[in-house]
């Protein structure tokens, strides 16, 4: 009961941040305007509790989410057959350089290790 | 035998026929992946979706059909990036005490990885819109197709790179902090995760996640802020330029 007043909570508050984006035209999706909104409301012990239940859950199962998306490969398949090996040979390449971009920035912060 | 045939056809045309088998290969593809000890190459989403796809060519089922069951799962997308608040707030003060240098390294990866995906895909020669859907590739699938939307990429492409990438992430994550000599102290969990996060967003986050604690939850902190400063300098910088 408790997670599902959670999913409650993490509902209401992406249908919130889906009315502030259109409603505004605010250059943030839904979602995101619904996470901001929900830190806010975690001060809330009426809110914490619940939301702590259900998005342990939701965030440990993350990578399920992304199956149904990554099926869609194969409606690509044109684009893949043309571009395949180039395409995918940017994407390795760039996410290396974003990897060790970011892990080297922040190494370089050694003045707080035990933060 | 004609009447399992009619049976099939049946069952293979409703939603439950994709949101089942979603289900249950990924479950299937988790259990391998324990088993191997979580071995990089061994990710449940990179054997799910190759599982998945050749079911569909040899059933011949149609990917619409089969996302009209899988959207159930797709659309728990959403409330997943709403539920990122949660390790964020759980963190606040470790948070707040390392802003600059979180925020810092968030803003040169993100930039980095977006930048470096657009740079390369034209220098290969790929199609203005095939480029314009890279720049969003390091961000959470969902947010991606909305920012390539924004800025003329192709949506559904946009998410193909976005997983694409967190699978690459996921799987080489490993190695190349291994080349890096980033060590399993906690400051270098800490790297490894936000690293993670940054540039492979959720699946990475997800490897993060099953390796060490404090790696997922910095990793979980770099999605949302990745996820913040993309829909909101990507879209803007199109406008700029």
Same mark, same amino acid.
């Given at each position: 009961m408790l997670?599902?007043?959670?999913?409650? /909570?993490?509902?209401?508050?992406?249908? +919130?941040?889906?009315?502030?984006?259109?409603?505004?035209? +605010?250059?943030?999706p839904g979602p995101v305007l619904g996470m901001l909104l929900l830190l806010v409301g975690l001060r809330l012990p009426l809110v914490r509790a619940p939301v702590a239940a259900c998005a342990g859950f939701l965030l440990s199962h993350l990578s399920l989410l992304f199956v149904p998306v990554g099926v869609g490969v194969m409606t690509h398949l044109?684009?893949?057959?043309?571009?395949?090996?180039?395409?995918?040979?940017?994407?390795v390449l760039s996410t290396w350089i974003g990897l060790v971009v970011t892990a080297l920035v922040l190494r370089s912060f050694k003045s707080a290790p035990d933060a | 035998m004609p009447k399992f045939v009619e049976l099939w056809v049946y069952l293979s045309a409703t939603?439950?026929?994709g949101l089942t088998a979603t289900l249950v290969v990924y479950v299937l593809a988790q259990a391998v992946y324990a088993r191997l000890s979580q071995a990089s190459w061994a990710n449940p989403v990179l054997w799910s979706v190759l599982a998945l796809a050749s079911l569909l060519t040899v059933t011949g089922v149609d990917y619409p059909t089969y996302f009209s069951g899988a959207q159930f799962i797709h659309f728990l997308l959403g409330p997943a990036v709403v539920a990122l608040a949660w390790p964020l707030w759980d963190?606040?003060?470790?948070?707040?005490?390392? /802003?600059?240098?979180?925020?810092?390294?968030a803003l040169v990866g993100g930039i980095a990885a977006s930048g470096s995906a657009m740079a390369l895909g034209w220098?290969?020669?790929?199609p203005a819109e095939?480029?314009?859907?890279?720049?969003?590739?390091?961000?959470?699938?969902?947010?991606?197709?909305?920012?390539a939307d924004k800025i003329g990429g192709i949506p559904a492409l946009a998410a193909v790179f976005a997983v694409v990438t967190g699978m690459v992430g996921a799987l080489s994550g490993k190695f190349l902090f291994g080349l890096l000599g980033i060590g399993s102290d906690r400051a270098g969990w800490i790297a490894q995760g936000f690293a993670l996060g940054t540039a492979a967003h959720g699946i990475g986050a997800a490897r993060a996640l099953q390796v060490n604690a404090?790696?997922?939850?910095?990793?979980? +902190?770099a999605l949302g802020l990745q996820v913040l400063?993309?829909?909101?300098?990507?879209?803007?910088?199109f406008r700029l330029f």
């Open positions: 997670a599902l007043r959670g999913l409650a /909570w993490l509902l209401t508050m992406q249908s +919130l941040g889906e009315l502030l984006s259109r409603g505004l035209a +605010l250059p943030f044109g684009l893949l057959g043309q571009y395949g090996l180039r395409m995918l040979a940017v994407i | 939603p439950l026929f963190r606040r003060f470790e948070l707040l005490a390392r /802003w600059r240098a979180l925020l810092l390294a220098a290969v020669g790929l095939v480029v314009l859907s890279l720049a969003p590739k390091s961000v959470t699938a969902p947010v991606a197709m909305g920012i404090d790696a997922g939850a910095y990793a979980g +902190l400063l993309a829909s909101l300098l990507i879209p803007l910088l």
